[in-house]
C-alpha cells in the first residue's frame, strides 16, 4: 500500500533526518532560534548547530528555497534545484548539486578551547574535518566530485572557517560524524540509489505502522515521517532505538511522552513499540522512581511524570501485533511494580493516603493554574492514574502467577475512595497542598483527568466529569485553561493551549465512561486540528495554530492513534449495516 508519492514539508517546521541518526537537517539551531540557512545539526552532547550550508554563486550568498520529503531536501534558487541532501547512513549525510556552488562553514563564529570546530585537512585521506568541541565528534567532508576551495584551514581564534564545493559538472560531497577516526569514506552507492532506498524505507515503515490509512487521514504519511525522521539508534544513555520528543530543541524522551510514541508505534513495529515503552524505565533508580527526561548525554531525576505507564500498558496491549512473551510480561510488570511503590512509599506523606505531586514539573503540567496556590500537592489526576496503574498490576500479576494480585486490589481501593472523598466535592475535583491543605483552582483541564477511571466512578461522577469537560471544548478540543477564565493565555503552554496527551487521556476516560459521541467529538476535531496545523508541542486553542516545537512526536502519535480508531470505528459500523441489510 505504498504511497504513490512521499510527504512533503517545510523544513522550517519539520527537521530533514533520518530513522536512527543523531543528524538533521534544519534551519532551527536552537530553543526559538531559527538561522537564515539550513545547517547540520547534531543531537549528540544536547542540540549543537555545527556547520552552516550556504548555497553561493560567484561567492556570494544566495536565496534559496528548500522542500523536504522523506528521501531528500533540495535547495532551489530561481526554480532550478541546486543542491539536493540524502541520508546515506545514520551518521553520513551526501549533497550534490550543480548551478550553484555549497559553501559548508562552522556555525560558531569563534573557536575557543570550549566552543566552536577547528578545520583541518587530514593528512590521512585528504579529507577536511570540522572538529566540534560542543558535539566531541568531528564532521569529515569528502569530496567526491568537483572542485574545492578553502577558507581557514588550521585558524585559531576568531576566523572564518569554511570549505566551498563546486564544479561546472556538478559537485558532490559527503559528510560523516565520526568519533577519533574512522575508514576513508568510500561511495559504494549512487546518489539516485540512496534516495530510492531510503524512500521504500520509509515506504515500509509507513505501511507498518499505517497500512489502515484511507483517503480521509490525509496527514497520516507525515505523521508516520515525524515519528521515523525523530528516531535514534542506541547510544549514550539511550540503551534503545528511541523516539526523542523532536529533533528541534525538545530533543529527549521524557518519561510519560515514550508512551504515546510506542502506541502508535503498536500495530505494525511491536519491538519497537515495546523497546519505546521501556526505555525511561532502563534508568529506573533505587527508590523507583523513573526520571524526568534520558537523552544522549543526561539522565534528568529533578523532576518525575505522572505514572499513566499502567494505563499505557493496557492499551499497548491492545494494539500490539503480537503478544506479549512471559518474559516481557514479567519485566514490565517489575519496572510496573518499583514504580507503584514510589508513589506509595515515598510520595505519600504520612497518615494520608493520596500521593503528591513536588511540582507541577511532575505532573507534566508544568504552569497548570491548578499549581497556583501550591506547587505540593494531592491532585486527583495523579490518584486516578494510580488507581488505573494498580488495577493493571493486579490484573497482570494474576495473569503471571504471582500471589501479589490481592493486595494491589487493596491498595487501589484505598487510593480511589481517598480520591472521591477527599478530593472532591459538589462542583467536582480539585486538589489540595499537601502541606497547607488549601484547595487548588479548579479551572484547569487537569482537575478532569480523574475521567481516565471514570468506569470505575458512580454515574453521577461520570456525568460531571463529560460535562465539565465538554465546557472546556473550543472549535479544536478541549482547553486546558477554561477560555473565559482571567488566567487564559493562547500561548500559556499548560494554561490554555490544546495538547495532544492531555486530549487523548480525556477522548479515552469518556468512552471508559460510555460518553461517547463527546469521544467522538473530541477525536474528530483533534484530527482536523492536526490536518490544519500539522504536529506542533501544542496549539492555541482559539485560532488552532501551532505553537512552539513543530515537529512535536507524541502529537503525530496521538494522531496517529486517533485516525486509526476512527477508521476501525468506521469500518465496523459498514460492517454492522451491511450484516443487519
Known sequence: MSSPSLPTFDVREIPFSYRGSWLDLSPVVGLHRHADDVHLVSHVNGMHAVLSLVPTIGGRRVDATTRGDAASLTWSVGGEAVAEAVFAATDVVRIAGGGADLTLADAAEELTPF????????????????????TGRRYRLTVLSGEVSVVGAEALGQSARALTIGGRDGWEIAIEQIESAAPAYVAIESFADIRARVATEFGDYLDAIAGWRTEETPAVARAAYVLWSATVAPAGFVRRESVLMSKHWMDKVWSWDHTFNALALAPGLPHAALDQFLAPFDHQDAAGAMPDSVTHSEVLYNYVKPPIHGWALAKLRERLARPLTGEELRTVYDHLSRWSRF???????????????????????????TFDHDRVIESPDLAAFLTVQLDVLADLADELGVDEGPAWR??????????????????????VGALSGIVSKRTSLLNLLPVLASDRFPAEVSNRLAGQIAAHLT???PATQLVDTPEYEDDGYWRGPIWAPSTMLIEEGLRRGGHIELADTVNARFRALCERSGFAENFDARSGAGLRDRAYTWTASVYLVFAHEHTRRVADRSAALEASA
Not at 347 to 367: I, K, M, V
Open 115 to 134: 566552543t566552536g570546530s577547528y578545520f583541518f585537512r587530514d593528512p590521512f585521506d585528504g579529507a577536511h574535518v570540522f572538529t566540534s568541541y560542543e
Open 410 to 431: 487493596e491498595v487501589r481501593d484505598r487510593v480511589e475512595r481517598a480520591l472521591l472523598a477527599e478530593l472532591r466535592d459538589a462542583d467536582g475535583f480539585f486538589a
Open 343 to 369: 508513589w506509595l512509599d515515598f510520595r505519600t506523606a504520612p497518615g494520608h493516603t493520596l500521593p503528591y505531586y513536588q511540582h507541577g514539573n511532575d505532573s507534566g503540567w508544568d504552569n497548570s493554574t
Open 475 to 477: 472549535e479544536w478540543g
